[in-house]
């Protein structure tokens, strides 16, 4: 069993930035995929973006360019490192780990409780 922990959200101005972490403990993730994914009120959960145990990465299009994910296999922590923020990132972001199929669509096995952002225009 894999728990994560994400931690790193809040409020912040249109164009400013925040560092998501997502601490994982249980069980080494060097081997696991790990993605962040948001939801905002009253829409679907969707995939922002994903990096391979080997430091591929992926990006949602909504979010390339000014969202960088990262991960430091010594302490067992991905981050999500957002800039350029629009009040349209306003959501609540969680962290997943697993060994999917798909970048995108997952499935993932494990699942942070999540952390807010809220970007104010």
């Known amino acids: 069993q894999v728990q994560l922990v994400e931690s790193g959200g809040g409020l912040v101005q249109a164009g400013g930035s925040l560092r998501l972490s997502c601490a994982a403990s249980?069980?080494?993730?060097?081997?696991?995929?790990m993605a962040w994914f948001r939801q905002a009120p009253g829409k679907e959960r969707e995939f922002v973006a994903a990096?391979?145990?080997?430091?591929?990465?992926y990006y949602a299009d909504s979010v390339k360019g000014r969202f960088t994910i990262s991960r430091v296999n010594a302490k067992n922590t991905v981050y999500l490192q957002m800039n350029s923020l629009k009040p349209e990132d306003t959501a609540f972001y969680y962290c997943?780990?697993?060994?999917?199929?798909?970048?995108?669509?997952?499935?993932?096995?494990?699942w942070g409780q999540g952390t807010q952002v809220t970007v104010s225009s």
């Open positions: 990096i391979s145990w080997s430091g591929n990465t």
């Open positions: 249980g069980r080494n993730i060097n081997t696991y995929a």
């Open positions: 997943a780990a697993g060994r999917p199929s798909n970048w995108y669509n997952g499935p993932y096995d494990y």
